[in-house]
């Protein structure tokens, strides 16, 4: 099974809602990844997680607020974000070294902010 | 700062073609590269991951090969079939410095196979 499951599949939120994308995987993977991508651009990374701790932060502005609360699930908090916000936000999991090993996406969440 | 450039942009070819991807990359203090598809708005699909220390992996119609000194990569796909068509990316792994594990994306080529 190398399977990364994202929910939802769609989110339509206001500016001044709180939502949360959802992350699961279950091969026993221990580095998580948030992307963001844009229209007919490539994915750029947003935060990973290594042993349920942040490691890398893109400089991704505090409106997201990443959450990993156990080695399977990576949570992702929004919250007064803008219209230019708007993207497909994918996770990807890898299992044990971040550096050396394939890194299995999940189908993505497409965001719009209205 | 390392950059990956994918030559085409886009490629249309007829059914059956043999055909090369190209990938390269400024920066050759990488761990891996990794060659992705995506299908219009959904994820990515791992395809093959080179190691640096390797010169080629090979999985079914799909054979990629890398020349880090040079930073390079090619994917080549065999008798191209209609379901071949999809966004495909290339990407690396950075070794050491700040950028550690991070994975940077090239811009893509788009493939259509036609009929």
């Known amino acids: 099974d190398t399977e990364v499951t994202q929910t939802p599949k769609h989110l339509v939120m206001g500016m001044t809602n709180k939502k949360s994308l959802k992350c699961e995987q279950h091969?026993?993977?221990?580095?998580m990844y948030w992307y963001k991508q844009k229209a007919k651009k490539p994915p750029e990374l947003m935060f990973v997680?290594?042993?349920?701790?942040?490691?890398i932060n893109e400089s991704v502005p505090s409106r997201f607020s990443p959450e990993c609360p156990n080695s399977s699930l990576l949570n992702l908090h929004l919250h007064a974000l803008q219209p230019e916000d708007s993207a497909l936000y994918l996770c990807a999991s890898s299992q044990g070294s971040i550096a050396k090993n394939i890194q299995y996406f999940g189908a993505g969440t497409r965001l719009s902010v209205l | 700062k390392q950059e990956v450039t994918q030559i085409p942009a886009a490629l249309s070819v007829p059914e059956g073609e043999n055909l090369v991807l190209n990938c390269s990359f400024t920066d050759s203090a990488i761990y891996n590269l990794q060659w992705f598809r995506q299908d219009p708005g959904k994820g990515l699909t791992s395809l093959l991951l080179?190691?640096?220390?390797?010169r080629e992996q090979t999985s079914g119609r799909l054979n990629a090969s890398l020349d880090k000194s040079s930073g390079r990569s090619t994917l080549y796909i065999a008798a191209s079939q209609p379901g071949d068509s999809a966004t495909y990316l290339c990407a690396v792994r950075q070794a050491g410095g700040t950028s550690y594990g991070k994975l940077t994306f090239g811009q893509g080529t788009i493939l259509t196979v036609h009929p």
């Open positions: 997680y290594s042993y349920e701790k942040l490691s």
């Open positions: 080179i190691q640096s220390s390797q």
């Open positions: 091969m026993g993977h221990r580095a």
